[in-house]
Every structure is written in C-alpha cells, then in structure tokens.
C-alpha cells in the first residue's frame, strides 16, 4: 500500500516477461513470414497476417525479406494483462539493435 493525499491505494506490480526469437526466413518456403504465439501463421504478405499487433509492429519494423519470430510469454494468451503490448514492446526494441 501507498499513502496518498486523499487515502492509499494499493500499487500491484507483476514480473513478466515477454521472450522473442527472431530470424531470417530462407526464401525456399512458400510463405514469407511465419509468426507462432497462441497461434502459427504462415504467410506471404504482412497484410495477410490477423494479429493486429503483430501485424502492424511488422510493417513498422519494414524489413525487406522474409522473417520467422517466435513468442513465448509468461503469461497466457487473452488473459487481460497485456500480452500483446509485451510482445508489441518487445519487438520495437528488437528493431532498434
């Protein structure tokens, strides 16, 4: 708990952790790009993919080639506590190396 001027309110923190494996598609699959969370989408454009945040994160990133990036969080899928901004957060800085 935190003491604040009009009372206290409680402060609730947790670790999680977002993990990322990233790599070069080879250009000998059908599909360009191969995304595996909750799901595995393999596809041959950005705009095929369904993830909206991955989706998007991947047209920001604009690479030119092929990738396959790999999401593995602590937390499960859909559960409100915002796996798609850590992996959103997690490739921003992926692409600023």
């Given at each position: 708990m935190v003491p604040s001027a009009r009372g206290r309110r409680f402060v609730d923190q947790h670790d999680s952790i977002a993990h990322?494996?990233?790599r070069r598609l080879p250009p000998f699959?059908?599909?360009k790009h191969r995304?595996?969370?909750s799901y595995i989408e393999k596809v041959a454009t950005i705009d095929e993919i369904?993830?909206?945040?991955?989706?998007e994160v991947l047209r920001f990133m604009d690479i030119p080639y092929g990738v396959e990036i790999h999401h593995d969080g602590d937390l499960p899928a859909?559960?409100?506590m915002g796996t798609s901004s850590a992996f959103t957060v997690a490739c921003c800085r992926l692409s600023m190396r």
């Open positions: 990322l494996t990233c699959f059908e599909h995304l595996v969370y369904k993830h909206p945040p991955r989706r859909r559960s409100g």
